[in-house]
Every structure is written in C-alpha cells, then in structure tokens.
C-alpha cells in the first residue's frame, strides 16, 4: 500500500525556520517526481517545489525560491523540505506528494494520478 506520511509542522515566527520530512512506504521515492504542495485558507492548493525523476534537478516556485529547499533521501525513502526566512504568507497546510508532473510551472505540476500525503499544517505568526 503506497502511503506518504509527513511530519515537521507547527508553529513558528516570522523569519523562522521549520523542516518539513515525509516517509514514504509501500513504494521507491526515487522512481517518481516529487514535490511539496500548499494550502492556504480559503484558497486553491498549489506547487512549492518538485525534484525531476529525470535528472534530479529541483524546480520552486516564485514565492519561495531562495528560502526552501527540497531534498530527497533515498536511503531513508523520504524527502524534505527545509523552510527558511519564513513569512506569515506562508501559513497553510503542506503536503507532500509522489508522481508529480515536474515539468512546467508550478500550477501545472498537480494531476489526478499524484498520490498525497495527509498534509502537515504550518502556521507563520508573531
């Protein structure tokens, strides 16, 4: 059974750091893309990073680029995603995910066949 389960969520104040981890069981993170999404309150989930099956290479989005970086441990089966400089923007639930169409833009990177982790909420504030 594929199963994705993150951790690493809570509260935290602006500028601050949190690392995000999700295991994943019942199948091998290095033969998918991988990426982290997020949802905000009232709005639509969307792509924060993806790491390419292809190649390696790892893609953010605009609003996060040079503050996270995701990472992939494929001796421990899990991924990371390691947030600095963190902003109250940022407060939303995270989830990780598997199969993730990692080519364009991040609002292209969702489809139906990605398999989700449960999320892990994140909350930015003074």
């Known amino acids: 059974q594929l199963q994705l389960v993150e951790s690493g969520g809570g509260l935290v104040q602006p500028g601050g750091s949190l690392r995000l981890s999700c295991v994943a069981s019942?199948?091998?993170?290095?033969?998918?893309?991988v990426g982290w999404f997020r949802q905000a309150p009232g709005k639509e989930r969307e792509g924060v990073s993806c790491i390419r099956s292809s190649d390696g290479s790892t893609v953010y989005a605009n609003s996060v680029k040079g503050r996270f970086v995701i990472s992939r441990d494929n001796n421990k089966n899990t991924m990371y995603l390691q947030m600095n400089s963190l902003e109250t923007e940022d407060t939303a639930v995270y989830y990780c995910?598997?199969?993730?169409?990692?080519?364009?833009?991040?609002?292209?990177?969702?489809?139906?066949?990605?398999?989700w982790g449960q999320g892990t909420q994140v909350t930015v504030s003074s």
């Open positions: 019942g199948f091998s993170l290095d033969s998918y893309a």
């Open positions: 995910a598997a199969n993730v169409d990692c080519v364009g833009p991040p609002h292209t990177w969702s489809h139906p066949r990605i398999h």
